[in-house]
């Protein structure tokens, strides 16, 4: 039996250190500002390693655009930067800041937006967003861009 107390024990220390090296983030939403479910208007990171992923588009892995609409363009710029952040040991939970670009962009296409990146990010700890329309991006085929800041364990 008291190897058995011994052994809970250095499991919960275990799981304690691990907690303690983990990154610590924060969700704020002040009062004073509008605030939308879907980002946070602050987002604080301390203890980890900061990931930064370039912006991400509809392309497949040579390079070449892959032509669709909005919503299928957004869905595969998630998809490949899903991709980005696992390289790094990151997921989507991990992001603390995006940004978003989006060609042409108006109320229509941020609703459009929105509904995808819903299927990827948490309603509970959504990361801090900015979204900007564009006139253009570098192939003209393509509509939407995103990139990310995530915070992982060191």
Request: net charge neutral; glycine share 6%; proline share 5%.
């Amino acid at each position: 039996m008291p190897r058995l107390i011994a052994v809970l024990l250095l499991m919960c220390l275990a799981g304690a250190v691990r907690a303690a090296n983990a990154p610590r983030i924060e969700y704020l939403a002040p009062e004073g500002l509008f605030n939308v479910p879907s980002f946070s208007q602050v987002t604080t990171a301390s203890g980890g390693k900061m990931v930064f992923v370039s912006g991400q588009v509809a392309w497949d892995r040579t390079g070449k655009p892959v032509p669709g609409d909005l919503e299928s363009q957004t869905r595969l710029t998630y998809e490949n930067l899903k991709l980005a952040l696992a390289a790094a040991g990151a997921t989507f939970e991990d992001v603390v800041k995006m940004t978003v670009f989006v060609k042409n962009l108006d109320t229509e296409k941020w609703k459009t937006i929105s509904k995808v990146r819903a299927e990827y990010l948490s309603t509970q700890r959504p990361p801090a967003s900015t979204m900007i329309g564009v006139q253009g991006m570098v192939y003209e085929e393509m509509l939407i861009e995103v990139e990310a800041i995530a915070v992982v364990k060191e």
